[in-house]
């Protein structure tokens, strides 16, 4: 059951975020909004650091810094938010040193520094995604409320695959243009869209791992229909263009 609060977050404060919840699994208080949708609460400060691009089968450290609570007695864990998923609580802490699940996944705290780290071995596709350190405030029944830190972002490479360049297509409907990126590795690529005109607005989103490991992307922008685009893609070393000009027959057989 939510439950509403009349706390409101401070102008410019980002640091923790909260969601009022009832319920949940083990213990582990099961969540079905989007962080950025959650609101600040009192002056927690939930830090997380870490992530970033890391080999499938090694070993994954994360640390969460903390202040504005007394640490010794909170309740502290870990969640992770994979892309399509609900939240997941991975471990929780209360005033034990260690707290080990699933056999390699490990949570410990140090009192003296206040904070908390997340260790997960044998690291696989499924352990990309969003981790956040979490804080339970409450009598620990349905009135408890969360709060979380704004999370780090892991990355799974599988590595099987030596660096593998994209292919490039441009896709025009009227005044929106697509560029597709697809099947390459390793992840870090940049993507740009220029136009003849002026160029409205364009956004990147990369997609992937897939199941081969290697990544898809996407730019879409909007320009003007009777302007020439060109999609610029720069991946280990190496520059491709595309363009598309008004009137050009698309990879799928129909003219724009």
Not at 16 to 37: R, V
Not at 125 to 141: E, M
Not at 161 to 185: E, H, K
Not at 191 to 201: E, Q, Y
Request: positive net charge; glycine residues 12%.
């Amino acid at each position: 059951m939510v439950r509403s609060t009349s706390q409101r977050p401070k102008k410019g404060s980002r640091e923790s975020k909260f969601y009022l919840l009832g319920g949940g699994i083990n213990g582990l208080p099961l969540l079905t909004l989007p962080p950025s949708l959650l609101h600040s609460v009192e002056q927690s400060v939930l830090k997380e650091s870490g992530g970033g691009s890391h080999q499938a089968g090694s070993i994954l450290k994360l640390k969460c810094e903390t202040s504005g609570f007394q640490f010794k007695t909170s309740k502290l864990g870990w969640y992770l938010w994979a892309p399509g998923n609900a939240p997941l609580g991975l471990t929780n802490l209360s005033s034990s040193s260690t707290d080990v699940t699933e056999d390699r996944i490990t949570t410990s705290r140090e009192d003296s520094r206040s904070r908390i780290f997340l260790q997960i071995k044998d690291l696989g596709l499924r352990d990309s995604g969003q981790y956040h350190c979490v804080r339970r405030v409450g009598p620990g029944d349905d009135t408890d409320k969360l709060v979380f830190g704004l999370g780090t972002d892991v990355t799974v490479e599988t590595g099987l695959g030596n660096p593998l360049s994209p292919s490039v297509f441009l896709v025009r409907s009227q005044d929106a243009m697509a560029c597709l990126i697809r099947n390459f590795y390793p992840k870090e690529i940049h993507v740009s869209l220029a136009s003849s005109g002026p160029l409205i607005s364009a956004q990147t989103h990369t997609l992937g791992p897939m199941a081969n490991g290697n990544y898809n992307a996407i730019q879409i922008g909007r320009v003007g229909e009777n302007h020439t685009v060109t999609c610029t893609v720069k991946h280990i070393g190496k520059e491709m263009n595309m363009s598309h000009k008004p009137g050009m027959i698309s990879p799928w057989g129909e003219e724009d």
